[in-house]
């Protein structure tokens, strides 16, 4: 399928691992010119190179920190009219509300929640203008069902996701859509270093730990990053017009609820 968004310009925020870089890889795939930022050079420079050793596309790269103002006004200087945002930023640690002061929640906010609506106000009027924009935020399967020990990301999430449930329905006329992506266990860095974590606290090999988180999933596998871009893109495309303010679980049947 041509997903209609060839020749289209792109920010993706954290591009250069995991799912950031799955769906900075699809949506050059399809033709579309990609501007990532990540605040780690080497990284970000082997994807760049690797993206266009691929797909012969345009590919910018912004060494910096989206959550910091500097960051977003670094990328908005590279990508000043896009037609693409995909919001996406590291999650904030696991814990015990009870040990979380206000700074740490503040962080927390900072990155997950207006860190996303500062992108989406810089970039939101550019595209009703142009008559075609389509925002992603990359929050969390823990949107839809909380997970105890991430207390920072369900609130710092959900708050994005409240937010965005009311400007998408003001946006989409303008043939602008905001739609939010739901990941579960995908295999990236993230998730290995969460199984060491749990490993070492339960006082387990690796595997063993692996194995534990692996019978979460009826999918019996953890999410390829690739496969995560692909719905990412198909959601950016020219065929979505007619779909804005919706949360896409996407987590090898890990949710067990009907709705």
Known sequence: ???????????????????????????????????????????????????????????????????????????????????????????PPPGDFREWDRDIWIKALDANMLTPIEMIKATVDGMIARRFGRIVNITSSAVKAPIDILGLSNGARSGLTGFVAGIARKTIVHNVTINNLLPGVFATDTMFSRVEAAARNSKMSFEDAKAARLKTVPAGRFGDPDEFGAMCAYICSAHTSYVTGQNFLIDGGAYPGTF
Do not use: F, H, W, Y
Request: charged share 25%.
């Open 1 to 91: 399928m041509d997903l209609g968004i060839k020749g289209r310009k792109a920010i993706v925020c954290a591009g250069s691992k995991g799912l950031g870089r799955g769906c900075a890889l699809a949506l050059a795939r399809e033709g579309v010119e990609v501007t990532i930022i990540a605040r780690g050079r080497e990284a970000l420079e082997k994807t760049a190179e690797d993206i266009r050793s691929e797909t012969g596309v345009r590919v910018t790269t912004i060494a910096a920190d989206i959550t910091t103002p500097d960051g977003r006004q670094a990328a908005l200087a590279a990508c000043p009219e896009p037609d693409i945002l995909i919001n996406n930023a590291g999650g």
